[in-house]
């Protein structure tokens, strides 16, 4: 990994620009020069937010750093973390309205990124409906979860994953805003929401989440996999089949549920909380509906 001198802050234009500069990637040129890796500069953002946007008029062919220059998919966008020094910076990826098909499950790692793994990765949609954002597995593979966190800190906003999204090895995921899982033509064969091995799932005060279609649960906890659904969180059910209801926990799983009977509507075929092999640890079950 080559290492990156920006000098004072890094220069403005290419006339204040000593020569061997390069333009950072909101704009602000700055000194790079191979360290390790000859060939292999990182990119230094300065800005402390940097976007990379994903649209269906893009290509995975460019930079991603702008409305005109977009990525075509999640997978092209996550590809340019690892080239680029997120240090100063909290990264957003800007995903416009659409329907996303990739061709096979798109990992988030904590190695994709050198930003410090507290400020986090924002992936934000424009809405969970027909019309917003939708991310899904092509025909071939759409029984599988279209996405699995491993490691870092993400925060998902306004989306609709119809693939469903598996969070473990110690990540941690928030969800936010307006956010919907499953797909009504496609079962899923566990958990459309699942943290797995360590990971830990969180539905933040104010969120509200929709949960579709055929699957062995709404949200799913194991192997010491932890789910936090908070009080504050609006949680609903569109001809949702669920085989073990809303919450399916197993083999040392942590669940924390403080969820009021008037933050669920609809209805779905189940029961509310099964417990599965070598049971679960539940902090509190507090919820109704």
Request: hydrophobic fraction near 40%; proline fraction near 3%.
């Amino acid at each position: 990994m080559s290492v990156v001198n920006h000098g004072d802050g890094g220069w403005t234009n290419t006339s204040e620009a000593p020569p061997g500069s390069e333009p950072g990637i909101d704009g602000i040129w700055v000194k790079m020069y191979d360290a390790i890796v000859p060939g292999q500069n990182v990119r230094i953002a300065l800005s402390e937010e940097v976007t990379v946007y994903v649209r269906k008029t893009g290509s995975d062919d460019n930079d991603g750093f702008s409305e005109e220059t977009a990525k075509l998919t999640l997978r092209g966008a996550v590809s340019v973390l690892g080239n680029v020094d997120l240090r100063n910076s909290r990264l957003f990826i800007n995903i416009g309205p659409g329907l996303y098909e990739e061709t096979e499950q798109v990992a988030l790692t904590q190695e994709m990124s050198l930003s410090y793994f507290w400020k986090g990765i924002y992936i934000v949609g424009a809405g969970a409906t027909d019309s917003g954002t939708i991310l899904t597995l092509t025909d071939a593979f759409s029984d599988r979860r279209v996405l699995y966190t491993r490691g870092g800190i993400w925060t998902f906003k306004d989306l609709w994953i119809k693939g469903g999204i598996e969070v473990r090895d110690h990540s941690l995921t928030f969800f936010e805003g307006n956010m919907k899982f499953g797909n009504k033509d496609v079962p899923m064969g566990r958990g459309l929401v699942a943290a797995v091995q360590n990971g830990l799932v969180r539905f933040e005060n104010g969120s509200s989440s929709v949960f579709v279609g055929s699957a062995q649960s709404a949200v799913r906890a194991d192997n010491m996999g932890a789910m936090l659904l908070n009080s504050g969180a609006l949680f609903s059910f569109e001809d949702a089949k669920l085989t073990n209801g809303f919450v399916y926990a197993s083999n040392g799983a942590f669940i924390y549920a403080n969820v009021p009977a008037g933050n669920f509507t609809g209805s779905f075929v189940g029961p509310k909380f099964t417990l599965g092999f070598c049971g679960a640890v539940p902090i509190t079950m507090e919820y109704a509906f």
